[in-house]
């Protein structure tokens, strides 16, 4: 059974910084990938940035470019999210994503992935 772990979320003040960590194990899992997302209350689950192993690439939403970086450890399945200068309205649970193959959609599509974490809370305060 695979499991996916999430880290790292707090309240912070506005232009403030957090570093998400993200963990998956279990099962015979081999990735190609991880990913995160984010869900803000009374909206949609939106991406926010993705590493391909292959090769390192990576992908962020053009709302978050030049603040987020992802990284990661492939060898570790462990993928991290350095936040800064966060806005009052990134307030959302942070989901970890992984994907598993690489025929799937678009890496910036949820159906890209097929395990999930529980989230962890970034609360920004004005």
């Known amino acids: 059974q695979v499991q996916v772990v999430e880290s790292g979320g707090g309240l912070v003040q506005a232009g403030g910084s957090l570093r998400l960590s993200c963990a998956a194990s279990g099962g015979t899992l081999s990735t190609y990938g991880m990913g995160w997302f984010r869900q803000a209350p009374g909206k949609e689950r939106e991406f926010v940035a993705a590493i391909r192993w292959s090769g390192g690439s990576t992908y962020y939403a053009d709302s978050v470019k030049g603040r987020f970086t992802i990284s990661g450890d492939k060898d570790k399945n462990t993928v991290y999210l350095q936040i800064a200068s966060l806005q009052p309205e990134e307030t959302a649970v942070y989901y970890c994503?992984?994907?598993?193959?690489?025929?799937?959609?678009?890496?910036?599509?949820?159906?890209?992935?097929?395990?999930w974490g529980q989230g962890t809370q970034v609360t920004v305060s004005s």
């Open positions: 994503a992984v994907r598993s193959s690489p025929f799937a959609a678009n890496w910036y599509s949820r159906n890209a992935y097929a395990y």
